[in-house]
């Protein structure tokens, strides 16, 4: 099933982790949706400046919310992410942030602390 994935602290930077998931989820068919304040593309992709929901809903729901950003800039845009709605948010090594994970939780998004590459490249994503 083709999902809307926001990546947060996408890179255009092809040796960042972020890039190869932005590459590897084109790949499977999903539709990459980066957000980094100061890219404005990514691969030809157009990139979001912030987590603003009506730009970034216009095309249609956002199934997952990836993170490859610090703890600290987590826990800040917690509510930025709890407004797009996701179903499922993935935390990244290095990204978790436990109070985030209780809201997104309370929210009723699915919170997993997991590797989206490992995820996709296992078919468990």
Wanted: charged share 20%; glycine share 8%.
């Amino acid at each position: 099933m083709k999902e809307r994935v926001l990546i947060l602290g996408a890179s255009d930077k092809a040796d960042r982790y972020s890039h190869m998931a932005l590459m590897r989820l084109l790949a499977a068919g999903h539709e990459p949706v980066p957000v980094h304040p100061s890219l404005d593309s990514i691969e030809g992709i157009p990139v979001f400046h912030g987590l603003d929901p009506e730009p970034i809903l216009a095309d249609g729901p956002i199934d997952t919310v990836t993170l490859y950003v610090n703890p600290a800039i987590v826990g800040h845009s917690a509510d930025a992410i709890i407004a797009l709605g996701p179903r499922r948010v993935i935390m990244n090594p290095g990204t978790e942030n436990h109070e985030a994970r209780e809201r997104f939780e309370k929210a009723g998004i699915n919170t997993v602390e997991a590797c989206t590459l490992v995820l996709l490249g296992t078919g468990q994503f």
